[in-house]
Every structure is written in C-alpha cells, then in structure tokens.
C-alpha cells in the first residue's frame, strides 16, 4: 500500500494520479513467468489492460510477448520493446488499415473471430504478397459466472467462431492462398476467481483438439485466452499464478509440438496500481456521510460501469471510524466509488488510495466534463 510519505516525496504532485508500485509489478513478472515455465507455456500481455509506457517497457523486459487489439496497440508494443514474433492480434473489429499495418510488420498471428474476417485477411494478405498465420478463436460456451459485460464465452456473444460455422471457417483458412491456419484461440470472459472456469476450459479444449485431429487438420498453437482475476479486498496478495498454470499444464491433452499461448493482463498490472486522490469536502446527506474527491468515473470507471469494487484506504488519517459513500465531482449520479464503506476519520485535504487500479483504469480515462487526464507516478523515480 502506498503511504502518504510515498506520495509526499514527489513534492505533492496534483491529484488525482496513478501511483505504481514498481516492486510489486517485478514480483508478479517474476511470478507469471517462473510458473509458466515450469509447463513451457508462452505468456502475452494483454495492452489493454494498461498501455503506460513504462509498464509496458518493464514487461517486454521480463520476455513477455503482446496480446493486441487494435493497430495502435500493435505500434505502441513494437516501440516498447516487444519483437513481431511475439505479437498476437486479437478483437472482432480489426479494420483494413490495422490488417495492413499487422501484416507489414510480420507480427506472429491473428485471432480470427468469424468466417468474414478470415476473408478480408486473405484478400489483403494476397494483395500484399504474404500470408498471414491465423488463429481460430471458438466460442467454447464456457461461462465465466462474472459481470455479463466481461463474459465473452457463451454462445450468445458477438466474440467468437459460433460451432455451427467452424467447419467452414477452417475450410477456408486451410485452402486460402493468404492464410495458414496455425491453431484456435479461447477467451471465455474476465476477472475469474472461481478456478474450475479453467477446469472446464481445458475440457473443452481437448474435445476440440480431437475435433482437429479427425479432420486431419495439422495445428501447433493453442491459445487459451487470458482472464485470471485479482483479488481487490487484498490488493497487496498476487494473483494465484501456480495453481492456474498447474490446472493447464496438468488438464491439457497436449502434444510434443503444441505451443499454448496465455493472455493476462488484470492480473499482471491490477495490483500494481492505485489512484490517488484528495478528499475535496466532507458532505452530510441525509442517512449517509460523503467523502467528495476529486478523482472521477473519468479516471476509474470500472465501479460506475460492472459496479466493481475496489478496497480505499486514507492514506493520510488512521484514526477513528466513520462510514462515507466516496464519491467523485462527475456530473453523473454513477459517479461514486464505494458506498458506506469504513474508513478512519476523514477531512479535507486527507489523500485516499483506491486501490487495484493498475489494470483498466488509466487506459479507460476519458475527458468527460472537460477534465484533465490524471499522471502517473512510479514508486523508484528519482526525487
């Protein structure tokens, strides 16, 4: 947790801002990529969850490859450090213009979400003179009992190759002169804490993978996605990265040649991160106390949009007990933090961390009501 020393050597920077931990972002890299190496799986970082600079700097240096949904994702990962080889494009929209930019800068293969998108692909990729690896990314109908706006899994979603249409989709990969089909690709939906999601994940990916091979369809990549949660009431605790590669390195009927590919990303940079902001006014309501903030749903707006929780603690006071709704100075009723959480005894000027907050929270800020875009602060730079 950051203290109020931490944030006070940096000369008082304006609120709010996102405060990194840089020991706790290498201690989980240095977790992630122990414990998969163990199984000999490769591990992407998926950019959207936090496109800092610097974040994504340190995890190219840890030997992390990127999960990219958008052209620009794909440019940034490439400035930073990361090598085509290991760039993997994934997303339902990818655009002519992104296609493009993906296949002239050779990165490693495209998740493919529909028989159309294969198309596009292959003509672009005919017209440019190369052939793009492909990917094909299931619908498993695996439910991952979260929000339904992180559910990506189940048969009705607008992510994913439907069963009904997968013989065609690899039917069309496997004779296009512009693809070259290399394996199937999974996500079944976002901060899952229950581990048997993944259990039955793998049971579905082996069904399939026998799918494959009475086709006589030669594959080598499986993807099985990312979407390993964090636990937000202990922010300071890593995600459980041992037994979530342990179940698929134990549960995968994988063979010799097969390279299994992860998506994390909320559970690489989530706990590193917290948004710091100053408590504006104390207000009394009519059953409730509010701690107004100067930190909004424009900065974190994960509580107003899935009704997320995450921990706050005042980093300034520790005295006493009272119960406030922490709320945000967004024109939006949706703009409140917590409701009637404890805290110690809170006044103006006191900082709140919110904790949690290194994952889809910096890089879902926007500028509603015309507000300034929050800094980052890292915890070893220099004073």
Known sequence: ???E???RKFDG???????YDTDMLNRT???VTSESAKYGFHVHFAVKANFNRRIMETIAGHGLGADCVSGNEIKLALETGFKPADIVFAGVGKSDTEIGYALDSRIFCFNCESVAELQVINELAVAGGSVASVALRINPNVDANTHSYITTGIEDSKFGIRMEDLERAVSFASESNGLKLRGMHFHVGSQILNLNVFRNLCVRINEMLNWFDSRGNFIDVINVGGGLGIDHSNPDALPPFAEYFRIFGTMLERKPHHKIFFELGRAITGQSGS???RVLYIKEG????FAIVDAGMTDLIRPSLYQAYHK???ITSAVGEVRYTVAGPVCESADVFARNIPLPV???GDLLAIRSAGAYGEVMASRYNMRDLPGSIFSDEAI
């Open 5 to 7: 020393k931490d944030i």
């Open 1 to 3: 947790m950051p203290t």
């Open 13 to 19: 920077p304006k609120t709010p801002f996102y405060y």
């Open 312 to 314: 706050i603690e005042n």
């Open 286 to 289: 009519e059953n409730t106390s």
């Open 29 to 31: 890299l240095e977790s």
């Open 275 to 277: 948004l710091i902001t």
């Open 346 to 348: 809170t006044r103006r």
